[in-house]
Nanobody
């Protein structure tokens, strides 16, 4: 499975960006996809995820109401629409295959599933 993240760039505070995560490979359409971001010197933060089976979504509190995750199954692509961007949203954003559900062994929706990651895409929010 290969994930290709794209769509990052420079945007002014209050602006919007849409990130894309294109998946390829024989079983790529069976995985839930999550979006993460990484701030220098801090742990990676899970933002949102979407299941492969029924499109169920989950959002972290830090982005709920501003970010929307969706998927286009025909293109095998997951999107992260980011609105009302703030300077503190500046980070490198990644997509990865995750469980996107609770299990008997973890309440972490962003628990890795398969260990596939896309390369990061830089989002800079600045005037």
């Amino acid at each position: 499975v290969k994930l290709q993240a794209s769509g990052g760039g420079l945007v002014q505070p209050g602006g919007s960006l849409r990130l894309s995560c294109a998946a390829s490979g024989p079983t790529s359409d069976t995985y839930a996809i999550g979006w993460f971001r990484h701030f220098p010197g801090k742990e990676r933060e899970g933002l949102a995820c979407i299941s492969s089976s029924d499109g169920t979504t989950y959002y972290s509190e830090s982005v709920k109401g501003r970010f929307t995750i969706s998927r286009n199954d025909a293109r095998n692509t997951v999107f992260l629409q980011m609105n009302s961007l703030k300077r503190e949203d500046t980070a490198v954003y990644y997509c990865a295959t995750v469980l996107c559900r609770r299990t008997s062994y973890s309440n972490d929706y962003y628990f890795p599933d398969g260990g596939y990651w896309g390369q990061g895409t830089l989002v800079t929010v600045s005037a």
